[in-house]
């Protein structure tokens, strides 16, 4: 168990719907970070947050966005969801600032679109 | 555009003999990281390899890191069918810029 929690473990949806994934970090962690994975994209970085303020942005789609919190958890939005949007769904928190930003995983969410 | 390439894609190998899993990028880095995946699961970190020539090891596992050839190696040591998973390695560019890119993964089974 990595600390990090993510929620809800799964997820099923039709196509145009919109959909909220939410990861508490690890107690201490400021960054979080959102991954995708899928079997022909494999684990792509979508965006960074660090204490509540984007850091980095990857191959994240404009229908898609994100925020973290006061209380430092984050919460991924997934809108006008397309089948080629099923995938997992990965957080992953670290302490920055201390020159290794080892990420610890949650177990993530599995998004199915229908 | 940093590309991080692994190979092989599938490895099949039996109990008690050794292997290495190859880890290439393509542009300079000073963080390389090794994860292992069980099917359905989410990613435990391995090693955290943090400059030229560093080489860290647990159990069966040993990495290793070689900035100028910009390649990183995982050798399995006499496998054991615990060690059946998918294993990634993942760069970080530069300080400041924590993304991490992913290596295609490995998939590895230990047959008994």
């Known amino acids: 168990d990595s600390g990090v929690t993510q929620t809800p473990k799964h997820l099923i949806t039709a196509t145009g719907q919109r959909v909220t994934l939410r990861c508490s970090p690890r107690?201490?962690?400021?960054?979080v970070y959102w991954y995708q994975q899928s079997l022909d994209q494999g684990l792509q970085f979508l965006i960074q947050?660090?204490?509540?303020?984007?850091?980095a942005k990857g191959n994240i789609l404009e229908r898609f966005s994100a925020q973290q919190f006061p209380d430092l958890h984050s919460e991924l939005n997934l809108s006008s969801l397309e089948l080629g949007d099923s995938a997992l769904y990965f957080c992953?928190?670290?302490?920055?600032?201390?020159?290794?930003?080892?990420?610890?995983f949650g177990p993530g969410t599995r998004l199915t679109v229908l | 555009e940093l590309k991080v390439e692994q190979n092989p894609l599938f490895l099949s190998m039996q109990e008690g003999k050794n292997y290495t899993i190859y880890c290439n990028y393509s542009?300079?880095?000073?963080?390389l990281y090794w994860y292992r995946q069980d099917p359905g699961k989410s990613l435990e970190s391995l090693f955290v390899?943090?400059?030229?020539?560093a080489v860290k090891q647990e159990g069966r596992l040993m990495a290793s890191l070689d900035t100028k050839a910009r390649l990183s190696t995982l050798h399995i040591t006499a496998a054991v069918h615990d060690l059946s998973a998918t294993y990634f390695c993942?760069?970080?560019?530069?300080?400041?810029?924590?993304?991490?890119?992913f290596g295609t993964g490995t998939r590895l089974t230990i047959i008994p």
């Open positions: 992953a928190s670290s302490v920055e600032g201390q020159g290794v930003n080892e990420q610890f």
């Open positions: 107690s201490g962690d400021l960054s």
């Open positions: 947050y660090y204490n509540g303020e984007e850091r």
């Open positions: 542009t300079t880095s000073d963080r």
């Open positions: 390899l943090l400059s030229n020539g």
């Open positions: 993942a760069v970080a560019t530069n300080f400041g810029n924590e993304k991490l890119t």
